[in-house]
C-alpha cells in the first residue's frame, strides 16, 4: 500500500498551489483521506480531511475558507487546492489514509502515509 504525494513547490504569498495524491495497492473508497503538514521545527499538524463519500469534510480554522479538499474515488486520489497561501503555509505535507470512517484530527489514528511534498511560500 503506498500513498504518493506531488504538487509542492515554491509560490509566492497569496499565490495558489494544488497538492495531489495517489494510493496504490488496494481500494481507497472506503478510507477517509486527509491531509497533514509539518513545518520546520513543529509537530505535524492536521489540515483537512474528506469521508469517503464526499459529503463530509473538515478543516483546521488556519486553513478555513482557503483550501479545499477533494477526492475521486475512481482514481484513488485526494487533492489539496490552497488559495491564498501565506508564509506560515510552508511546510512539508502528507497526505494519509484511515480506515475507519469517522473523520479524525490526530495523526496517530491514520493508518497509511505518503512520502511528503514540499510546499515553501515566500512573503
Known amino acids: 500500500v503506498q500513498l504518493q504525494a506531488s504538487g509542492g513547490g515554491l509560490v509566492q504569498a497569496g499565490g495558489s498551489l494544488r497538492l495531489s495524491c495517489v494510493a496504490s495497492?488496494?481500494?481507497?473508497?472506503?478510507?477517509?483521506l486527509g491531509w497533514f503538514r509539518q513545518a520546520p521545527g513543529k509537530e505535524r499538524e492536521f489540515v483537512a480531511a474528506?469521508?469517503?463519500?464526499?459529503?463530509?469534510?473538515y478543516y483546521d480554522d488556519s486553513v478555513k475558507g482557503r483550501f479545499t479538499i477533494s477526492r475521486d474515488n475512481a482514481k484513488n486520489s485526494v487533492y489539496l487546492q490552497m488559495n491564498s497561501l501565506k508564509s506560515e503555509d510552508t511546510a512539508v505535507y502528507y497526505c494519509a489514509a484511515r480506515q475507519l470512517r469517522a473523520i479524525v484530527v490526530r495523526d496517530t489514528m491514520y493508518d497509511y502515509w505518503g512520502q511528503g511534498t514540499l510546499v515553501t511560500v515566500s512573503s
Open positions: 495497492g488496494r481500494a481507497f473508497s472506503s478510507y477517509v
Open positions: 474528506i469521508s469517503w463519500s464526499r459529503d463530509n469534510t
